[in-house]
């Protein structure tokens, strides 16, 4: 993703601080690397740079604690704990403290090309994080407070194009209903407590403009979650590249 598309998403979901937060020199991320022995994609730099303007929701860890910056722990400090009195892994790089112990993380040895991982504390096991992605149809991609609504908005990343038209509809489809159970269940609030007594929106935010059966499927689906308190709505973003 380029810094507009962070920062839109950024936006989207959390309000900005008066302040912002101080970034971390390149220095800071020289000594970094130095540490880990690995380098970090330019993405998870410029993410760690644009979190800083915003109320994110949760322990994001400091690449340094110089000049003005959060309470939170820094990576280094983080990953130094957790190697002495946990289970980890010599590999794992913390750099999101989700809360008892639980961690989002990044992989030293694969270095720009990471994926995300999800440390599970209770039983000390590391999982690749399923990425935002429209294949991955059980995964809800994003949950947050939109500014100027106080709406409580699950975001569906579209980045497919419409050549394939039905395996694009069904894969939609799949999603939207996983996002449905996702609210109906009960667990949006056990995830997200914030989105209690809020009206819920589910984005569709897509790369590519919607074809008609695309607005046939969205129609239709609002029509079917109304009775959940959903609104479904569609927006579309190129991205910079287009």
Known sequence: MTREEIENVLASLFKKRTVPFDSATPQDWNKLNEKFGTH???????????????QFRGEILNITRGGYSSSNDTIAFSYDFEMKNGDWQKDMIPFYN??????????????????????????????????MALENTETVDAVGIENNSDFA?????????????????????AKLNAYFRFVESGQILESYPEAAGRQLVIDVIGKFPLP?????????????????????????????QQ
Request: net charge negative; hydrophobic share 35%; aromatic share 16%.
């Open 40 to 54: 970090f994609s330019n993405e998870f730099i410029l993410f760690m740079e644009l979190v800083n303007k915003y």
């Open 212 to 240: 008609q059966s695309g607005i046939d499927l969205l129609t239709h689906a609002s029509d079917a979650c109304a009775g959940l308190g959903i609104r479904i709505r569609y927006r579309h973003y190129p991205g910079p």
């Open 98 to 131: 989700i809360g008892n112990g639980d961690y989002f993380c990044l992989s030293a040895s694969a270095g720009e090309d990471s994926p995300v991982f999800y440390f599970y504390h209770d039983d000390g096991r590391f999982e690749r994080y399923s990425d």
């Open 153 to 173: 908005v699950l975001t569906i990343a579209d980045e497919w194009d419409w050549q394939v038209e039905r395996t694009h509809l069904l894969a939609l489809q």
